[in-house]
C-alpha cells in the first residue's frame, strides 16, 4: 500500500527490551527439569551417598542489600555451561566440589574452552587439614585464587584407590605449576556468610546470576534435600532435622526457586540437578560465594585478547517501533594472536544491575539492541583467547536515547504538517517543493533521521554542520513507516546541524521528517 504523501509521527517511550539467556526449564515442579545435556538413562545410575562437609568461614558477612534502578529479570539462566556433575563420594568434599570442580570447570567453559576436568581432591587436600571433616568456601575460593586447579589428567591422586592418597596426599610442584594456568581471576568477598539469606541474599544471588556469574552457596542439609528424584525435582523442607551443611552451585532461577548441580552423583534429583524452593534459599542457604572469570595462563600466550570499547548507533534500514523504541547496533572489536575463544557482553540500564546478554555465536562482536528513548545504557565487552586468556572488561560511556517528533525540527516555506496513525507520535512534516529545507539542531554525540520510505518518495541532500554529505533517495519499493534513512556519530558529545533539503525528484517530488533520534 502506498503511504499517504505526508508522512508517519513520533514514537511513544516503552521500557527497553532486555535480551537474557533462554530459560531453559519448566516452571512446573515434578518433571525432569534440567538442561538437554544433562540427561542421562536412569538404569545405569548409582545410587547417591548423602555427605556434605561444608563448614562456615570465620568471619561473617551478613546479606547486604542491592541498590539497583532496574530489578534482576523474573527468571536466568546461565546453565549451558555446566560441567559434568561429579560424585564426592563417602568424602565430606562437597566444598571442593563445588567450586574447584564444578564452578571453576564452569568458568572455563564460558571462556570457551572444552570442560578440563578439574581435580577437586588438588583443592580438598589442601584444606582439610589432615582430617576428612569438610572444609570451608574461603578456603577453596582461596586456592583457586592463589593457585589455580589442576586437572584430574595431571593430578593422579584424584583418581587414585588409596582414598588416603585422594585425600590427604599433597601436590607436587610440577602439579601446582599445572594449576597455575586455571586461576579465578581475583578473590572476591562472599555475598553473605553465617546468615540466612532472607530477601536481601536472595537478591544478591538473583543479581549475581544475572550478571552472568554462578553462585556457589552453602545450605543446611535437611531430608528434602537428599530425597529429590527425577519426578520430584523441588526441595521445600525448612522443618526436617538437620546435622550437616552441604555446598552447591547455583546456576539458574525462576519464579519457584533456585536450580542447582550437587556432587551426589547423576543418581540424585535430575541427572545430578535440583531446584531449592525460595522458602528453603531464604531459611537454610547461610553463605554464597562467586568469582569473577578465568585467568589462565601458559608458558607461551599469557595476554588476553584486544577488546575496544561498544559503540552503539541506529540500525540503517530498520524502522522505529510507534512506541519510540529504536532498534540499535552495538559493535566492538575482538583481536588475539592465538585467535578469540569466545565474547561476552554486558549491558546496563539506567544505573541498575548489569546484566549478561546472550549472543548469536561464541566470537559475535555484533548485535542489534532495542533502547527505549528516556532511558540511559551502557555496553561493556570482553573476551577470552583460545588459551584461555581473558582481556578484562571494556566499557564504554553511558548514553541516554531521545526520540525527538517532527515539530522539533525548523521548516523553510513549503513544509506541510500531516497525520498518520503509522508514523511516530501520529504525525510527520512533507515537501514537494524544490530546495524546501528542514533543519535540525541538537547536542549528543549521535544522530538518526528518521523518514518513510514508499514508492512516491523521492531525494534530499544532507548537510552536517554545514558540510555536504550527498544524496540520500527515500525511494522503497513498498511502503516503510518510520525507516531509520540516516546515522551519524561523533566520539564524544556536542552540538551539531543537520540540514535536509529537497531535490523534488521528477515524478516522485516528496520527501518528509517524521522523527529524529539523539543519543547523548
Not at 563445588?98 to 581432591?121: H, T
Not at 548507533?313 to 524502522?319: A, E, V
Not at 588475539?336 to 569466545?342: I, L, N
Request: aromatic share 10%; glycine share 8%; hydrophobic share 40%.
Amino acid at each position: 500500500m502506498t503511504s499517504p504523501s505526508p508522512r508517519p509521527q513520533s514514537l511513544s517511550r516503552t521500557v527497553a527490551k532486555l535480551t537474557t539467556a533462554s530459560v531453559a526449564f519448566a516452571a512446573v515442579v515434578g518433571a525432569s527439569v534440567l538442561p538437554a545435556t544433562a540427561a542421562h538413562a536412569a538404569s545405569a545410575v548409582p545410587k547417591p551417598v548423602y555427605v556434605g562437609g561444608a563448614l562456615l568461614d570465620k568471619i561473617n558477612v551478613a546479606p547486604k542489600a542491592v541498590s539497583h534502578k532496574v530489578s534482576p529479570p523474573v527468571s536466568y539462566d546461565i546453565s549451558s555451561y555446566h560441567v559434568a556433575v561429579g560424585n564426592q563420594g563417602s568424602t565430606q568434599s562437597c566444598v571442593a566440589w563445588a567450586i574447584g570442580y564444578a564452578l571453576m570447570g564452569w568458568q572455563a567453559r564460558r571462556a570457551g574452552l572444552a570442560d578440563p576436568g578439574f581435580a577437586p581432591y588438588y583443592v580438598y587436600s589442601q584444606i582439610n587439614n589432615g582430617v576428612d571433616a569438610g572444609s570451608s568456601p574461603a578456603d577453596a575460593i582461596n586456592i583457586v585464587t592463589s593457585q589455580g586447579v589442576d586437572t584430574t589428567a595431571d593430578y593422579w591422586q584424584q583418581t587414585s584407590t588409596d582414598l588416603k592418597v585422594r585425600l590427604f596426599t599433597q601436590p607436587t610442584a610440577a602439579e601446582r605449576a599445572n594449576a597455575a594456568q586455571w586461576r579465578a581471576t581475583a578473590a572476591v568477598t562472599p555475598l553473605f556468610s553465617g546468615y540466612a539469606a532472607g530477601t536481601a541474599g536472595i537478591d544478591q544471588i538473583k543479581s549475581t546470576i544475572a550478571a552472568g556469574e554462578p553462585v556457589a552457596i552453602l545450605m543446611r542439609d535437611r531430608a528434602g534435600l537428599k530425597a529429590l528424584t527425577s519426578t520430584s525435582n523441588l526441595d521445600s523442607d525448612v522443618t526436617g532435622n538437620y546435622v550437616d551443611n552441604h555446598e552447591v552451585l547455583a546456576l539458574a532461577y525462576n519464579a519457584t526457586g533456585l536450580f542447582v548441580q550437587n556432587s551426589w552423583g547423576t543418581g540424585w534429583g535430575s541427572a545430578g540437578f535440583g531446584w531449592l524452593s525460595w522458602n528453603v534459599v531464604q531459611q537454610d542457604v547461610i553463605a554464597a560465594h562467586y568469582v569473577a572469570g578465568l585467568a589462565r595462563s601458559t608458558a607461551g600466550d599469557t595476554t588476553g585478547p584486544s577488546v575496544s570499547a561498544p559503540a552503539s548507533l541506529p540500525q540503517l534500514g530498520s524502522s522505529l517501533a510507534t512506541s519510540g523504541v529504536t532498534k540499535f547496533v552495538t559493535s566492538f572489536s575482538a583481536t588475539d594472536s592465538s585467535g578469540v575463544a569466545s565474547t561476552l557482553v554486558d549491558v546496563q540500564v539506567d544505573g541498575g544491575t548489569w546484566t549478561a546478554l546472550t549472543l548469536a555465536a561464541a566470537t559475535t562482536t555484533s548485535f542489534t539492541y532495542d533502547l527505549a528513548p528516556g532511558h540511559t545504557y551502557r555496553f561493556s565487552a570482553s573476551a577470552y583467547d583460545t588459551k584461555g586468556n581473558w582481556s578484562g572488561w571494556v566499557t564504554a560511556p553511558a548514553f541516554t536515547v531521545g526520540t525527538y517528533n517532527e515539530n522539533y525540527a525548523s521548516y523553510s516555506a513549503g513544509w506541510s504538517a500531516l497525520t498518520w496513525a503509522s508514523s511516530v507520535n501520529g504525525a510527520f512534516e512533507a515537501t514537494a517543493t524544490a530546495n524546501a529545507s528542514a533543519s535540525f539542531t541538537f547536542t549528543g554525540r549521535g544522530v538518526a533521521w528518521v523518514a518513510n520510505k514508499d514508492t512516491n518518495r523521492g531525494q534530499a541532500w544532507v548537510y552536517i554542520d554545514g558540510v555536504y554529505q550527498g544524496l540520500w533517495d527515500l525511494y522503497g519499493a513498498t511502503a516503510k513507516p518510520r525507516s531509520v534513512v540516516l546515522t551519524q556519530t561523533w566520539a564524544t558529545n556536542g552540538t551539531h546541524t543537520v540540514k535536509i533539503v529537497n531535490v523534488a525528484t521528477s515524478g516522485r517530488p516528496t520527501i518528509d521528517l517524521d522523527a529524529m533520534v539523539v543519543s547523548y
